[in-house]
């Protein structure tokens, strides 16, 4: 029973059909919701929102039948519901396909009475990083700058496919894919590049609510930004990187990605690891490390930056226990990694160079 809408702007009734909401709320009562239905008259992008409508208000677009709907995109408090009032109204965008029929309910627990509401179309292309099916692809060593997160288009992976919540964070974000060519290490870091209050959030898997798998997710892991360390990735797998941040009127902040290539020469050895100590971590002209092995080795340590290129290295012969004075004065701020190895076991530690 959707009611049948075009593009423009939409009145919607008083949400008196309880049960109609899409999810169930806390003891067992049915939400209030109402229903509409739009086809989509070529490919393109689908804007609905209720800012400045009045009401606080949240909204689900989907894809397929009644009996088999689709989530394609939710929102909950992206907006004003009143020109400099409280962001509780609600938008989201996403891509639609022509031909294809797509239902918007709308749904709330706090308030159930009438709004206003707009449905938009557009047939340009989709700004590159606003939606999962644009992101951005990046390399290792690329330090991204965000100049703002205008996505509205945002999975936002601690609730993905969980969406039962009154509240919930799908709102901005900005969308980046990497895919290596080979195994290894990746780390991807806000820290130190910004003081903005980051989210990072990667996937695997396609585009969409029930195609994405989260996988790797960070919030505050380095103060208020982000940072997921030496996950492992494998060669030919796509991995989508979304950002954003806690603050709704951000500027943008950068980033940075860093590869370390599976060798297949030596095998990672945790209490090899622990015959070293590199301190301070971060640092800012200088740093040290600091060795005591059980028994004599011939050493290698090697100084990197992100993409791999060698930018100091010491030969150290029947090494037992000492120390070696890493200079970074030379070096930008920025994410580097010191390799250590004996020949038969290796270590890769990173390091933090600030300003």
């Given at each position: 029973?959707?009611?049948?809408?075009?593009?423009?702007?939409?009145?919607?009734i008083e949400l008196q059909c309880y049960g109609a909401g899409f999810t169930v709320r806390s003891g067992g009562q049915g939400r209030a919701g109402a229903w509409y239905e739009w086809t989509a008259p070529a490919d393109g992008i689908l804007s609905v929102g209720s800012c400045n409508g009045g009401r606080d208000t949240r909204v689900w677009i989907f894809s397929g039948g009644c009996s088999t709907l689709h989530l394609e995109g939710v929102n909950d408090d992206r907006c004003e519901m009143t020109p400099g009032g409280d962001e509780y109204a609600s938008y989201r965008e996403v891509l639609v396909s022509a031909g294809t029929t797509y239902h918007i309910c709308w749904d709330d627990i706090w308030d159930s009475g009438g709004f206003d509401f707009e449905l938009a179309f557009s047939e340009s292309e989709p700004t590159p990083g606003d939606f999962c099916e644009s992101a951005i692809p990046v390399m290792a060593g690329d330090t991204i700058t965000i100049d703002q997160i205008n996505g509205d288009a945002a999975v936002a992976g601690p609730d993905i496919n969980h969406t039962s919540a009154s509240t919930t964070n799908y709102a901005q974000s900005e969308w980046y894919v990497f895919t290596p060519e080979v195994n290894g290490l990746m780390t991807i870091s806000s820290c130190n590049f910004t003081d903005e209050d980051t989210r990072l959030w990667v996937y695997t898997g396609t585009c969409g609510f029930d195609g994405l798998e989260l996988v790797a997710s960070s919030d505050d892991d380095c103060g208020l930004q982000s940072i997921v360390f030496d996950?492992?990735?494998?060669?030919?797998?796509?991995?989508?990187?979304?950002?954003?941040?806690?603050?709704?009127?951000a500027p943008g902040f950068q980033w940075e990605l860093a590869f370390e290539p599976e060798t297949g020469t030596t095998e990672p050895d945790p209490a090899f690891a622990k015959n070293f100590l590199l301190a301070p971590n971060p640092a800012t002209a200088q740093t040290t490390l600091h060795?005591?092995?059980?028994?004599?080795?011939?050493?290698?340590?090697?100084?990197?930056?992100?993409a791999g290129r060698s930018l100091q290295q010491w030969h150290l012969s029947q090494a037992t226990e000492g120390l070696i004075e890493l200079p970074l004065q030379h070096l930008p701020a920025g994410l580097y990694f010191v390799h250590i190895t004996d020949g038969r076991r290796q270590l890769?530690?990173?390091l933090l160079k600030t300003h």
């Open positions: 029973l959707a009611i049948p809408i075009d593009t423009g702007m939409h009145t919607a996950m492992e990735v494998t060669a030919g797998t796509t991995y989508y990187i979304e950002w954003d941040s806690e603050d709704t009127d060795y005591r092995l059980g028994q004599p080795a011939d050493l290698q340590v090697q100084l990197t930056d992100v890769a530690q990173k």
